[in-house]
């Protein structure tokens, strides 16, 4: 059987990470299908106000259609600033108002962050973000309402979504190595914008622990949604 989760990706810099995992997962025997649909996302700036207009609820249903055509059984807004910018409760009622536009469940890569975390037992955690020092901060302060400590954050100061989708392998490396902390049981990495499907091994072998990436965190959850388990060491021990 199949599984399909359909993905809302804000405009275009590593939209390529979803059918790679695609690939990947069913390389393993997942049988699965993530369609992707790109939103409007306005102004590309890692900016309170910009972040808060590209996650509003009006700009992201008119893609859904695209989704459900393409036979979606749930639905994951791929963003993380563009969630967490809202809060743990106004994250939250962005999820609900998507599924009920959609008719299926529905979650984000905020909320994935926080389930994935659990799931792999990492209670501490250490944030390299791409972001300015302001935002990833606010993405500290989700994880926090969702009871997960974080014992380091380290931001990049980058704005656009469009630089970030420029980083490959050696800047991404460097991003787990600065972003890590002794204390911390896995990395996170919060940016959909970030290229990492096609090094997921490496870098947790770099940073000897699990490294928690946007895209990654963001096909787990869809698959969480429909109670869908897929093993796939080549997506981390997050599919292990």
């Given at each position: ?35 992707l649909a790109h ?185 969480r949604l429909l ?5 796939c060491p080549a ?6």
């Open positions: 059987m199949v599984a399909t989760v359909g993905f809302l990706y804000p405009g275009h810099s590593a939209e390529d990470d979803f059918p790679r995992m695609e690939s990947l997962l069913n390389a393993a025997g997942a049988g699965v299908r993530l369609p939103t409007d996302i306005g102004t590309d700036a890692h900016r309170v106000d910009a972040l808060l207009e590209m996650g509003s609820v009006d700009r992201l249903t008119p893609s859904l259609g695209a989704l459900t055509e393409r036979g979606a059984e749930a639905v994951v807004w791929a963003c993380t600033s563009a969630s967490f910018v809202y809060g743990w409760d106004g994250a939250a009622d962005q999820v609900r108002r998507l599924a009920a536009e959609a008719g299926l469940p529905a979650s984000s890569t905020s909320f994935a962050f926080a389930r994935a975390a659990r799931s792999i037992g990492a209670v501490r955690v250490a944030i390299g973000a791409t972001y300015p020092d302001d935002v990833a901060g606010l993405f500290a302060g989700f994880l926090k309402a969702a009871g997960v400590e974080v014992v380091s954050t380290r931001g990049s100061g980058i704005i656009t979504a469009a630089e970030v989708g420029t980083w490959g392998r050696e800047e991404v490396l460097r991003l787990v190595a600065e972003g890590d902390h002794p204390a911390a049981d896995a990395i996170l990495l919060p940016d959909t914008a970030l290229h990492t499907a096609a090094w997921l091994p490496e870098l947790e072998a770099a940073a000897g622990k699990p490294v928690l990436t946007a895209n990654q965190v963001t096909a787990w959850e869809g698959l109670d869908h388990t897929a093993v997506m981390g021990r997050l599919f292990s």
